[in-house]
Every structure is written in C-alpha cells, then in structure tokens.
C-alpha cells in the first residue's frame, strides 16, 4: 500500500493551493482583525477578545459535528470535496462582512462582529477546512505522498501570509485608508479565495472506498459507516489523538497571540509598522526552504517523530536568542534569530496532517473503523480554537496593559505587555510543544501492530 503511487505532480500542488484560498481569510483576521476593531472601528480590546473566546466555544462544537457529517456523506464528488467546495462560498462572504462594521451604537457593532465572525468560524470554515485537511487521506494512502502533500500545502500558505503581512497596510491605504480600505482589501482576498478553493476541488479525486481496503490478517476488513456517536467513543481511544489535539491547540495559541500582537510589536515597540513585512518574510522563507526538504529529512531521520522533537529544540534556543536581540533592539539577531528559529519549526508545519492521517489510521487498525472525518477536525479545532484563544489573549493582555488602541503613544505598561506576547510567550508554548511531541510515538504504535499481526 505504501509503495504505490496515487497522484500526479499537478495534483499535489492543485491539492497544496487550497491553503492559499484558507489563509487568505485566516492570515487577514489572525493578523490584522484585533488591530481593525481597535483602531479602524474604535471598540474595546477586552470586550473584542471576549467575543472571540465566547465563539470559540461554540467553534469547537462544531468541529466534530461536521466531521461526523462528512464522514456520512455520499456523492459524486466523494465524502470531503462537496463540503470544501461550498463551504467556501460562505467562507468567503463572512470574511467580507466581518470587515464591513456598520456605523451604527457600540452593542450592534459588537453583536454585528460577533455573529460573522462566529458563522466564518463556525460553521462555514470548519466545513472547509475539515474536509480540507481529511481530503489528504482520502485522495492517497501513500504516507511519502501526505508528507509531500502537508510540505506543499504549507508553501502556498506560507506565501499568502507573506503576501498578506506585505500589502495589506499598503492596499488599505490604496483604496482610501479607513473602514473603506479594509471593505475593499477584505473583498479581494475573498474572491482570490474562492477561485483558488474551487481549483483545488476540481483538480483532484477521492480514491475510491474498495482501494482503502488493507488486509492486516488472511481475510480483509473492510470500512464500515459508523454512528456519530460511536465515532467519538473510537476517537476518545486513540491516545494519540488526544496528544495532537493538544498540539494542534499549542501550536495555534501560540501563533494566534504572536500575530496577533505583531503589527503591535511593530508599531509601537519598535517603531515601524512596516518591519512587519520583513519580519514575516523572515519567518515564512526559512518555512517555504524547510518545508520542500522535509520529505527527504523524515526519510532522513527515520521518523516524523525524531526529526520534529529535534528540530524543537533548535527553536526554543533560537527564540532565546531573539528574546536578547529584542531587548536590545537589534535587529540583524532578531531577524537572523527568527529565520533559524522557523527553519526549524517548519518541518512540523509540512507533517501535521501527515500526523493525523497515522494517528486515524492506528484507529484503522484497532477498532477497524474508519472516522477520518472526525478525526481531522482536531486540524480544525486547533486552527481555529487555538487561533481563536490566542486572539482572545491579546485582547485581554491589552486591556490588562492599559493599551488604548485611540492613542498615537502607549504606556510603558502597555508596551511591556506587547513585549511579553511577541518575545517571550513563544518560549513558553514552545516547551510545552516539545513535552507533547515527546509522547506523539504513533508511527512507532503502527508499526508495531503491523509486526505483531502480520501473517506469514
């Protein structure tokens, strides 16, 4: 099974440029949405974190709801790609009306901001992104080829971030600065979005369900539909679920409070907003290099496992390093310091999904059962709960700090407080990445009952 090859070259990069459709909308609002309501609109910081951790909540919910879903579906199309396919209409309208505040009392603007920005998480880009990320275990069975897939994906992404932290202030102030220039940024990024999922959809297939048969004994197992509730008793077995939903869920705290405080450390810790761009560039092209390597690295190391656990260390060292550069102000570590630093962390970047497909496939083996729907909505639940607490935290620290989102200068405290998401924050998370890793042993877990049930 492992051997065969499912997918042609254009295939796997029509595949990857689904990521580029996701962050269009992703990369805008972990970026920049914190720093629109505050400044652009004029609300709260607290209240605006509150609303995100109040929908969150509910986004988290709905992640193994629309799993389960997926996982009963039946269509031309296959089970994932009709979901991903419109999903994303309604993606990309939500992500246009979230930048599209009414001028109107302070409460509606709230209310307004908290039901598009709960039906863009909630329901429309869960439905997406779950049956994105579970369309890689469903269009090849080959393990080099979901590496090669989570590597591919993670470049388009990684450029439309770029893209997005390069232009966006520039574009706003093109079309007129002010809530008019982020209407009409927010409405780009939507269309570019839906052309490009679209391409993805249609670019690929499902492999059918008799070529996921595997025989692990004399006779063949074949995949039975199950029950959603069933399905969640099979996915609460799996340890290892578990382990890299709490992954998934550090990896994007992390990330949603160091962009989110990004433009913040730019602007008001180091005095131009515009060190934005360079600071992504230098955190997105170590990642883009890394991850078109990292196919040839797990080969390399043997193990998903070894090669991530390793490569963790290096950036807990490197984020010591920047932490100094910062304090300083200086620039050349800080940026050097940054590049080592997500050259190292890319490689777990490109096998995240690589991941999860093991990890659905030691449930294969030992409940025979096949619940790929459900178990990548931990992909989702991390990208978007995680996302969603860090943002929630900046919004919190800030108002904490005395950050006034009005005010041209911040208080020393506030400043502090940016300091401590931006610099230090991602030490600490990093830690705990690193203890998670160590457990996340499930390729060693497959092998070792394909051994023990193997048949002469």
């Given at each position: 099974?492992?051997?065969?090859?499912?997918?042609?070259?254009?295939?796997?990069?029509?595949?990857?440029?689904?990521?580029?459709?996701?962050?269009?909308?992703?990369?805008?609002?972990s970026s920049f949405i914190m720093f629109y309501l505050t400044t652009a609109v004029g609300l709260d910081s607290m209240i605006i974190g509150s609303l995100m951790m109040a929908s969150k909540l509910l986004d988290g919910v709905s992640d193994i709801f629309f799993g389960g879903l997926m996982d009963r579906t039946k269509s031309k199309l296959?089970?994932?790609?009709?979901?991903?396919?419109?999903?994303?209409?309604?993606?990309?309208?939500?992500?246009?009306?979230?930048?599209?505040?009414?001028?109107?009392?302070?409460?509606?603007?709230?209310?307004?901001?908290?039901?598009?920005?709960?039906?863009?998480?909630?329901?429309?880009?869960?439905?997406?992104?779950?049956?994105?990320a579970a369309l890689a275990a469903k269009i090849t069975k080959?393990?080099?080829?979901?590496?090669?897939?989570?590597s591919i994906r993670f470049i388009f992404a990684t450029f439309t971030t770029l893209l997005i932290s390069y232009n966006t202030t520039d574009l706003i102030e093109y079309f007129g600065g002010g809530t008019k220039g982020w209407r009409m940024v927010a409405l780009i990024f939507a269309l570019i979005a839906l052309a490009v999922n679209t391409i993805c959809v249609l670019m690929v297939k499902e492999v059918p369900?008799?070529?996921?048969?595997?025989?692990?004994?004399?006779?063949?197992?074949?995949?039975?539909?199950?029950?959603?509730?069933?399905?969640?008793?099979l996915l609460?077995?799996?340890?290892?679920?578990?382990?890299?939903?709490?992954?998934?869920?550090?990896?994007?705290?992390?990330?949603?409070?160091?962009?989110?405080?990004?433009?913040?450390?730019?602007?008001?810790?180091?005095?131009?907003?515009?060190?934005?761009?360079?600071?992504?560039?230098?955190?997105?092209?170590?990642?883009?290099?890394?991850?078109t390597l990292t196919p040839m690295l797990v080969k390399k190391f043997g193990s998903m496992w070894k090669m991530n656990l390793y490569a963790r260390i290096i950036t807990l060292l490197m984020g010591v390093v920047f932490i100094v550069g910062a304090m300083n102000k200086n620039l050349p570590v800080m940026l050097v310091s940054t590049f080592l630093r997500n050259m190292a962390g890319g490689p777990l970047?490109?096998?995240?999904?690589?991941?999860?497909?093991?990890?659905?496939?030691?449930?294969?083996?030992?409940?025979?059962?096949?619940i790929d729907g459900v178990m990548?909505?931990?992909?989702?639940?991390?990208?978007?709960?995680?996302?969603g607490i860090g943002s929630a935290v900046v919004g919190w620290m800030l108002k904490w700090g005395g950050y006034d989102g009005t005010a041209a200068v911040?208080?020393?405290?506030?400043?502090?407080?940016?300091?401590?998401?931006?610099?230090?924050?991602?030490?600490?998370?990093?830690?705990?990445?690193?203890?998670?890793?160590y457990f996340l042993k499930v390729e060693q877990a497959n092998k070792e009952w394909d051994a023990a049930h193997s048949t002469v």
């Amino acid at each position: 099974m492992n051997e065969r090859k499912y997918l042609k070259w254009y295939q796997k990069v029509a595949y990857g440029s689904g990521d580029m459709a996701a962050n269009c909308g992703y990369a805008l609002i972990s970026s920049f949405i914190m720093f629109y309501l505050t400044t652009a609109v004029g609300l709260d910081s607290m209240i605006i974190g509150s609303l995100m951790m109040a929908s969150k909540l509910l986004d988290g919910v709905s992640d193994i709801f629309f799993g389960g879903l997926m996982d009963r579906t039946k269509s031309k199309l296959g089970q994932a790609r009709p979901w991903m396919l419109y999903g994303q209409i309604g993606v990309s309208a939500s992500l246009f009306l979230i930048f599209c505040i009414p001028n109107t009392s302070e409460t509606m603007q709230y209310a307004y901001f908290f039901v598009f920005y709960t039906a863009y998480n909630a329901v429309f880009y869960t439905a997406n992104s779950i049956a994105y990320a579970a369309l890689a275990a469903k269009i090849t069975k080959n393990e080099q080829e979901r590496v090669q897939l989570g590597s591919i994906r993670f470049i388009f992404a990684t450029f439309t971030t770029l893209l997005i932290s390069y232009n966006t202030t520039d574009l706003i102030e093109y079309f007129g600065g002010g809530t008019k220039g982020w209407r009409m940024v927010a409405l780009i990024f939507a269309l570019i979005a839906l052309a490009v999922n679209t391409i993805c959809v249609l670019m690929v297939k499902e492999v059918p369900d008799e070529e996921t048969v595997v025989s692990h004994s004399e006779n063949q197992v074949h995949t039975e539909k199950v029950s959603f509730a069933t399905s969640l008793k099979l996915l609460f077995k799996n340890p290892y679920y578990l382990i890299i939903l709490g992954l998934y869920l550090a990896n994007y705290i992390y990330s949603g409070i160091t962009q989110g405080s990004a433009i913040l450390f730019m602007t008001y810790y180091m005095g131009d907003p515009k060190l934005l761009g360079t600071f992504s560039l230098f955190q997105l092209i170590p990642v883009m290099i890394i991850l078109t390597l990292t196919p040839m690295l797990v080969k390399k190391f043997g193990s998903m496992w070894k090669m991530n656990l390793y490569a963790r260390i290096i950036t807990l060292l490197m984020g010591v390093v920047f932490i100094v550069g910062a304090m300083n102000k200086n620039l050349p570590v800080m940026l050097v310091s940054t590049f080592l630093r997500n050259m190292a962390g890319g490689p777990l970047t490109g096998t995240l999904n690589a991941l999860v497909a093991e990890t659905s496939d030691y449930t294969w083996r030992t409940q025979k059962a096949r619940i790929d729907g459900v178990m990548f909505s931990c992909s989702s639940i991390g990208v978007k709960l995680g996302g969603g607490i860090g943002s929630a935290v900046v919004g919190w620290m800030l108002k904490w700090g005395g950050y006034d989102g009005t005010a041209a200068v911040q208080s020393a405290q506030a400043i502090d407080t940016i300091f401590f998401m931006y610099a230090i924050m991602p030490i600490l998370f990093g830690i705990v990445m690193a203890v998670l890793l160590y457990f996340l042993k499930v390729e060693q877990a497959n092998k070792e009952w394909d051994a023990a049930h193997s048949t002469v």
